[in-house]
């Protein structure tokens, strides 16, 4: 008998803490930055999400993007686990709190175009993780202002 109890009573907090999570999808507040008209994510609590956004960056090099990036993303807590320059990629992951060895996967991808380089980032998480969507789009744009060089 008490194990059901147990059960219930996680169970309960499971679906408490699901409803918490789908509640913080409020609309967004406006922002004119291209990283935010362009920021899309898909997907659930229940069943993982995913996070994208570009832009167009003139004035820096293929080069110079990936390396920006790369310190930016390090300097906030991504493990950075491989930067390709030829296909213009980063691959950075972090720990989830509370989730033992469980990561969250994020890219950087970066094409050299006429005057500068188109960038876009893509973050997954899995089925019972969750990021403020906000905070999400937030670093985007501060990722591509430090590959600007706007910081």
């Not at 820096?60 to 213009?88: F, Q, Y």
């Not at 969250?104 to 403020?132: C, H, I, N, Q, W």
């Amino acid at each position: 008998m008490r194990t059901i109890v147990a059960t219930t009573a996680l169970t309960m907090l499971y679906i408490v803490g699901a409803q918490d999570a789908f509640a913080k999808d409020k609309p967004l507040p406006p922002d004119d930055r291209d990283c935010a008209k362009n920021f899309t994510f898909e997907g659930s609590f229940s069943a993982g999400r995913v996070f994208k956004t570009s832009a167009v960056i003139l004035g820096v090099t293929n080069d110079e993007a990936l390396k920006r990036a790369a310190r930016n993303l390090a300097s906030v807590g991504w493990s950075i686990d491989m930067t390709n320059i030829a296909m213009g990629m980063i691959s950075a992951s972090q720990n989830v709190k509370g989730g033992g060895t469980k990561t969250v996967p994020l890219t950087f991808m970066s094409e050299a175009v006429d005057g500068g380089v188109r960038v876009e980032m893509v973050y997954k998480t899995t089925a019972g993780v969750t990021s403020p969507v906000e905070a999400v789009r937030n670093q985007f744009c501060v990722t591509f202002d430090a590959v600007a060089k706007k910081q």
